[in-house]
Nanobody, 119 residues
Framework: VHLAESGGGPVQAGGSLRLSCAAS????????VAWHRQRPGESLQRVAR??????????DSVKGRFIISRDDARNTINTVWLQMNDMNSEDAGVYYC???????????WGPGIAVSVSS
C-alpha cells in the first residue's frame, strides 16, 4: 500500500484546510486510516481516525473543528480527507496519513505534509 498526502500548506489562524490521503496498491487490506501530526520538538499524536465501517474518533483538542471522512468504496479505503476548520497555532506541524492493514502489523505511512498556521 502506498499513501500520498496532499492539501497542506500555510493558513491563517481561524482558516481552513482540507488534507487528502490517496491510497494505492493493495487497498483492500486497509482496515482503518488515521491522520497523525508531529509538532516541532514533540512526538507524533493521532489526530483523527476512520475505520472501514466509518467509525471515527478524534483527538480532544480537534473535536468540533476537524472532520475525517473517506470515499464511498464498500470494502476498501481509497481516499481519506481531513477537513480542518477554525485552525490555530496548535494545529501546525507535519501531518502523516497512516493505514492500518490486515497484511502488515506496522501499517503503512505516507511521507507527510506540512501545515503552518500564521496569526
Amino acid at each position: 500500500v502506498h499513501l500520498a498526502e496532499s492539501g497542506g500548506g500555510p493558513v491563517q489562524a481561524g482558516g481552513s484546510l482540507r488534507l487528502s490521503c490517496a491510497a494505492s496498491g493493495d487497498t483492500h487490506t486497509i482496515e482503518a486510516v488515521a491522520w497523525h501530526r508531529q509538532r516541532p520538538g514533540e512526538s507524533l499524536q493521532r489526530v483523527a481516525r476512520i475505520t472501514l465501517g466509518r467509525n471515527t474518533d478524534y483527538l480532544d483538542s480537534v473535536k468540533g473543528r476537524f472532520i475525517i471522512s473517506r470515499d464511498d468504496a464498500r470494502n476498501t479505503i481509497n481516499t481519506v480527507w481531513l477537513q480542518m476548520n477554525d485552525m490555530n497555532s496548535e494545529d501546525a506541524g507535519v501531518y502523516y496519513c497512516h493505514a492500518e492493514s490486515s497484511w502488515y502489523v506496522g501499517g503503512y505511512w505516507g511521507p507527510g505534509i506540512a501545515v503552518s498556521v500564521s496569526s
